[in-house]
């Protein structure tokens, strides 16, 4: 289909005697040949005019009709007509209309000329197959039955307001996208459940189609019309996981260019203001979009990631970033690093902490609180999927907690490296978890030590209550090994690491090598499967050599532990005597 400028519309509506050029850019155009006799009405648009005859206007057009019988001015020779809806080019292609002049109806222009047609009264009442109803059949006939042709037409809406809302086009088109895609879905699980079960051969069945395939062209839509088609498809029925790849679609092209500079620097400046107004408004838009919370949800993980960390640079509202942060919480053993890792906000970040501790310790509460009645669909569990392996009530299962807290461990080893990180914040998630969330306690005790490495200068009172929450009984042969001889460490904290391996030496020339070190609590924890004592491949002679060696090298460990105690001791009565003088 041609597509005509709107300069060259006007220089072609033009007679030879009558036209007067409102542009400054001029079209070399063939002129169509409107009538011998001088025009004796010229219609103003804007900046621009239009030099034309009364009678072919009036047979068609009752709004121009009506105006000339109301001029107290018969002899009106001038009209302005700037309000109407597509400006100079629709009217243009309405007079070429009305002399009778053949126009072609495409999906570009026909909301215009839909429009056009309404703001000039180009009824039925005053000739048959007026504009109005040769716009209606398009719509009818082209338009309103197909999806991709009904987004097309509503995304040229956008500038038609108010009248394409006045005359319900903006409505029908709507709800025509929604309609046709519970159609199209209904049509593709028909297709699937032959497909599966036949009833009969169906040689040569032609593959799926993908029943999202209208989904990406929604990104052209404004937030407005979006929202209002996203409400009604949802309204119809569509399924949540197609709902959920229409919004991932329509955010990563809208927010895409929407790039503060550099969010850690508050520059003040009202582009950077006005971009992060702009990401608000998109974010709470689709927060507000998204399906039922459910801990099987069909959002992705990584995409409400990116939604709260969006959210957050540009301080979008509190209810917004709860609400996805609940959402992150219901489906937290889904999440992986990069997911968690959420930039703090520049602005109001008094202490320039890299992350946002403070949303991901509500995250982690919230996964840690669920309860059995947060989902409806929980009465409908199988009694074995109910069953928890923790004394803890109402606690998540343990393979979901258990996947948690290795996220947990290496979320604190990433943001252990912030040297502005406050040691409470660092503290409050590394209590956070239950004593039955960890089987080892290997990664706790990694981010520990390079917390410890990089805040050397932390109180006393911290350094304690930081190791307080490492259970020495969990930590591997490995880990003990190396604790022993960290001097970032408590000295209690290390004495305690020493008793628990002679525990787990003396349980080793035992016989019970391959179980836990820790008595009574070891049946609570399945055995380890990479255990420093020997294995049964291993002969009874050359385990017992390796315990004694391992026994001497424990021994030497507690005579250097005494001498740093007596030290300590020494230090302590000497710093005793400087206070009383």
Same mark, same amino acid.
């Given at each position: 289909?041609?597509?005509?400028?709107?300069?060259?519309?006007?220089?072609?509506?033009?007679?030879?005697?009558?036209?007067?050029?409102?542009?400054?850019?001029?079209?070399?155009?063939?002129?169509?040949?409107?009538?011998?006799?001088?025009?004796?009405?010229?219609?103003?648009?804007?900046a621009s005019s239009f030099a034309l005859h009364k009678f072919p206007l009036v047979s068609r057009s009752g709004?121009?009709?009506?105006?000339?019988?109301?001029?107290?001015?018969?002899?009106?020779?001038?009209?302005?007509?700037?309000?109407?809806?597509?400006?100079?080019?629709?009217?243009?292609?309405?007079?070429?209309?009305?002399?009778?002049?053949?126009?072609?109806?495409?999906?570009?222009?026909?909301?215009?000329?839909?429009?056009?047609?309404?703001?000039?009264?180009?009824?039925?009442?005053?000739?048959?197959?007026?504009?109005?109803?040769?716009?209606?059949?398009?719509?009818? $006939?082209?338009?309103?039955?197909?999806?991709?042709?009904?987004?097309?037409?509503?995304?040229?809406?956008?500038?038609?307001?108010?009248?394409?809302?006045?005359?319900?086009?903006?409505?029908?088109?709507?709800?025509?996208?929604?309609?046709?895609?519970?159609?199209?879905?209904?049509?593709?699980?028909?297709?699937?459940? $032959?497909?599966?079960?036949?009833?009969?051969?169906?040689?040569?069945?032609?593959?799926?189609?993908?029943?999202?395939?209208?989904?990406?062209?929604?990104?052209?839509?404004?937030?407005?019309?979006?929202?209002?088609?996203?409400?009604?498809?949802?309204?119809?029925?569509?399924?949540?996981?197609?709902?959920?790849?229409?919004?991932?679609?329509?955010?990563?092209?809208?927010?895409?260019g929407l790039v503060i500079r550099d969010p850690h620097i508050v520059t003040g400046s009202l582009l950077d203001?006005?971009?992060?107004?702009?990401?608000?408004?998109?974010?709470?838009?689709?927060?507000?979009?998204?399906?039922?919370?459910?801990?099987?949800?069909?959002?992705?993980?990584?995409?409400?990631?990116?939604?709260?960390?969006?959210?957050?640079?540009?301080?979008?509202?509190?209810?917004?970033?709860?609400?996805?942060?609940?959402?992150?919480?219901?489906?937290?053993?889904?999440?992986?690093?990069?997911?968690?890792?959420?930039?703090?906000?520049?602005?109001?970040?008094?202490?320039?902490?890299?992350?946002?501790?403070?949303?991901?310790?509500?995250?982690?509460?919230?996964?840690?609180?669920?309860?059995?009645?947060?989902?409806?669909?929980?009465?409908?569990?199988?009694?074995s999927e109910m069953a928890y392996d923790f004394d803890s009530p109402g606690s998540p299962k343990q393979s979901?907690?258990?996947?948690?807290?290795?996220?947990?461990?290496?979320?604190?080893?990433?943001?252990?490296?912030?040297?502005?990180?406050?040691?409470?914040?660092?503290?409050?998630?590394?209590?956070?978890?239950?004593?039955?969330?960890?089987?080892?306690?290997?990664?706790?005790?990694?981010?520990?030590?390079?917390?410890?490495?990089?805040?050397?200068?932390?109180?006393?009172?911290?350094?304690?209550?930081?190791?307080?929450?490492?259970?020495?009984?969990?930590?591997?042969?490995?880990?003990?090994?190396?604790?022993?001889?960290?001097?970032?460490?408590?000295?209690?904290?290390?004495?305690?690491?020493?008793?628990?391996?002679?525990?787990?030496?003396?349980?080793?020339?035992?016989?019970?090598?391959?179980?836990?070190?820790?008595?009574?609590?070891?049946?609570?924890?399945?055995?380890?499967?990479?255990?420093?004592?020997?294995?049964?491949?291993?002969?009874?002679?050359?385990?017992?050599?390796?315990?004694?060696?391992?026994?001497?090298?424990?021994?030497?460990?507690?005579?250097?532990?005494?001498?740093?105690?007596?030290?300590?001791?020494?230090?302590?009565?000497?710093?005793?005597?400087?206070?009383?003088?």
């Open positions: 289909m041609g597509v005509v400028t709107v300069g060259e519309l006007k220089t072609s509506i033009s007679g030879k005697r009558s036209f007067r050029p409102s542009s400054t850019i001029r079209h070399a155009a063939t002129e169509w040949p409107i009538s011998d006799v001088s025009s004796d009405v010229t219609i103003e648009i804007g709004r121009i009709r009506r105006l000339l019988i109301e001029a107290k001015d018969a002899t009106i020779s001038r009209m302005n007509l700037s309000l109407i809806p597509g400006g100079p080019e629709a009217f243009e292609l309405a007079a070429k209309f009305c002399y009778g002049i053949n126009i072609e109806i495409t999906l570009s222009n026909v909301a215009m000329l839909r429009c056009a047609a309404h703001f000039l009264e180009m009824t039925e009442e005053f000739v048959q197959k007026n504009l109005e109803a040769r716009t209606e059949a398009y719509l009818k $006939d082209t338009v309103l039955p197909n999806i991709s042709n009904s987004i097309s037409v509503l995304h040229r809406c956008e500038c038609l307001s108010p009248v394409s809302e006045e005359i319900n086009l903006v409505n029908r088109l709507i709800n025509a996208i929604a309609n046709n895609a519970c159609k199209e879905q209904l049509a593709s699980g028909l297709l699937k459940l $032959d497909h599966n079960f036949p009833m009969k051969t169906m040689p040569n069945i032609e593959p799926e189609t993908p029943s999202d395939w209208w989904g990406k062209s929604l990104s052209v839509l404004n937030l407005e019309f979006f929202q209002r088609v996203l409400t009604a498809v949802k309204s119809k029925g569509l399924k949540q996981d197609m709902i959920s790849k229409i919004l991932i679609n329509y955010t990563h092209n809208s927010l895409q203001m006005e971009l992060q107004k702009k990401q608000r408004v998109i974010v709470e838009a689709m927060v507000s979009l998204l399906p039922t919370q459910s801990r099987r949800s069909s959002v992705p993980m990584a995409f409400l990631s990116s939604l709260l960390k969006t959210a957050i640079a540009s301080s979008a509202s509190t209810s917004c970033r709860s609400d996805l942060e609940r959402r992150i919480g219901l489906q937290l053993d889904q999440a992986i690093l990069e997911d968690i890792l959420i930039p703090a906000n520049s602005y109001g970040n008094n202490h320039g902490t890299m992350y946002d501790t403070e949303s991901i310790l509500r995250i982690f509460s919230i996964f840690l609180n669920l309860d059995e009645d947060d989902d409806e669909d929980n009465r409908m569990r199988d009694e979901s907690i258990l996947k948690v807290s290795k996220l947990l461990d290496t979320y604190l080893a990433e943001i252990a490296l912030d040297t502005n990180l406050l040691p409470s914040k660092f503290i409050a998630l590394a209590e956070l978890l239950p004593d039955h969330a960890r089987i080892i306690s290997d990664g706790l005790y990694r981010a520990v030590d390079i917390f410890l490495k990089v805040h050397p200068n932390i109180k006393d009172s911290e350094r304690y209550r930081l190791c307080k929450t490492i259970d020495c009984q969990k930590l591997s042969q490995e880990a003990c090994s190396h604790a022993a001889q960290n001097e970032r460490l408590p000295v209690q904290m290390a004495v305690q690491v020493l008793y628990f391996e002679q525990i787990r030496l003396r349980n080793a020339m035992n016989g019970g090598h391959n179980q836990f070190f820790f008595g009574t609590i070891n049946s609570q924890f399945p055995q380890r499967s990479s255990s420093g004592a020997g294995s049964g491949a291993i002969s009874p002679r050359d385990n017992y050599a390796s315990v004694r060696r391992e026994n001497r090298e424990l021994k030497l460990e507690v005579a250097r532990m005494r001498m740093r105690l007596t030290d300590l001791e020494k230090d302590h009565v000497s710093m005793k005597q400087e206070l009383d003088q």
